[in-house]
């Protein structure tokens, strides 16, 4: 199993590793396809009509997408929303590029997070971001708002499910693990 993000960035400063941020481009392999809106409730939702060609491309670029490779700077939620939303002819925005200090202090200690300037910075899908582009279509024409439809079709769950707990003894060996 691997560590998180920032678990992985923590034990690679502790090998001694030079670059331990660079652990952030790295893929987890323990991504999965959600259906529904699992215990995520949107706070924005759009829609726009799609022809039988757009549907049928979007069906396969699912049927052929690795949900099982998950990384901050490649496939994720929010990364697979923009590109199904392109293939649906709505370009949106969805990234955002951070700065990273080479240093990151906690109380006394001082952990060298980069040496190589590659990783001074870090560009990657964001959620707002993409809330934020999804408006501005709505807003533009390009898309309709499609919240008040998906909260009837998707109601807020209160209760977990025992679905919700099939990843359980995967994610408790990986923190075991470590």
């Not at 960035?9 to 893929?27: R, S």
């Not at 670029?61 to 293939?87: D, E, H, M, R, W």
Request: proline share 5%; hydrophobic share 40%.
């Amino acid at each position: 199993m691997q560590p998180r993000y920032m678990e992985g960035v923590f034990l690679q400063a502790e090998q001694g590793e030079k670059n331990p941020i660079a652990y952030l481009w790295q893929t987890q392999h323990d991504g999965f396809f959600q259906h529904g809106p699992g215990r995520h409730y949107p706070t924005f939702a759009a829609k726009i009509n799609l022809t039988a060609s757009q549907f049928h491309l979007i069906l396969k670029f699912i049927k052929n997408y690795s949900f099982s490779n998950y990384a901050i700077i490649g496939n994720q939620c929010c990364s697979f929303a923009t590109q199904v939303a392109a293939l649906a002819g709505l370009i949106l925005e969805s990234k955002i590029t951070l700065k990273i200090d080479p240093f990151f202090h906690i109380g006394n200690h001082t952990i060298c997070l980069w040496k190589d300037p590659l990783y001074s910075q870090i560009t990657f899908f964001s959620p707002d971001v993409l809330e934020r582009s999804l408006m501005q279509a709505v807003a533009e024409g390009r898309a309709e708002e499609a919240l008040t439809w998906y909260k009837k079709k998707y109601p807020l769950r209160r209760r977990w499910k025992k679905e919700d707990f099939f990843l359980f003894p995967k994610r408790y060996l990986r923190l075991k693990a470590l």
